[in-house]
């Protein structure tokens, strides 16, 4: 018995010990920057953990979730249109839909609405808020659409309790694809997409890669890169047609009053060194 005690009393201390002897290695651990003795990567240039692999840059996040990062390109800074245009009849002019409260709202007897600069393959956040009176149903409830290179719709409709065809509710890219889920808040509320969207690609006339779309509504997963088939079409297929590597992001026009707030886009630039 005595023995037993002894030997149970030792493995404590040694415990002990090796316990303390980890607090102290914790704080004085290092790792290497990398290596240079380690296997290529097959289909690339780098070793695993490669020492000479350069690092991402930085960029600092937004204060909060769906604050736009640093080197976002932030399209309303809840005070004026300056940044879009409306589109119409007699061409291009500046934007009438009505700005208040730090949102901006689709006016009737106006334009869609498109932005000044440019975008390719970007990264999307937008917030909506479906008019909170409801009128109407199906396609005429809080209907608006993002339309990605002022063309390829993301549906923007109030589809709370709102029954329409599946490839037109909230979520849905227009026409062809329904949403995985219908993650719709109350009208009135406010609601995001954060969208990823990689642009066609020509060769002269003929394309050579289509458009892709993730798409998340309240951040849930409504399109997991799903390649569009064209652009926006109304009871027809949409087909391509060639256009710029960049062009302007829209906001449809389709006589309700939905409002936006907090857009921002970042270029997806490649990392360098890939
Ligand atoms: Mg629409």
Wanted: proline content about 7%.
């Amino acid at each position: 018995m005595k023995r037993f005690l002894y030997l149970m009393m030792t493995m404590a201390v040694v415990c002990a010990f090796a316990q303390q002897q980890r607090q102290v290695d914790r704080k004085s651990r290092t790792s290497p920057l990398g290596y240079d003795d380690t296997p290529v990567l097959p289909g690339q240039k780098w070793k695993v953990h490669d020492i000479a692999r350069p690092r991402p840059a930085m960029v600092t996040p937004g204060a909060k979730p769906g604050d736009p990062p640093s080197d976002a390109v932030v399209l309303f800074d809840g005070k004026d249109l300056s940044q879009w245009l409306e589109g119409g009849r007699g061409g291009a002019r500046e934007a009438r839909w009505k700005v208040e409260n730090g949102y901006f709202e689709c006016a009737s007897g106006t334009g869609s609405v498109f932005t000044k600069e440019k975008f390719g393959d970007v990264q999307l956040h937008i917030e909506w808020a479906a008019p909170p009176e409801i009128e109407g149903s199906g396609q005429w409830r809080g209907n608006s659409g993002v339309l990605l290179m002022n063309r390829y719709e993301i549906q923007v409709l109030d589809s709370w309790e709102n029954p329409t065809y599946a490839d037109g509710q909230a979520g849905s890219i227009y026409g062809q694809y329904p949403p995985l889920k219908n993650a719709s808040r109350k009208p009135g509320e406010w609601q995001s997409y954060d969208i990823i969207f990689e642009a066609p690609k020509w060769e002269g006339e003929k394309l050579v890669k289509p458009a892709f779309a993730t798409v998340f509504h309240n951040g849930v997963l409504m399109h997991h890169r799903k390649e569009i088939i064209g652009r926006m079409a109304h009871k027809v297929v949409g087909t391509y047609a060639p256009h710029g590597p960049e062009e302007p992001l829209g906001l449809q026009n389709h006589d309700t009053f939905v409002r936006y707030r907090n857009i921002w886009v970042r270029r997806l630039g490649t990392y360098d060194q890939e």
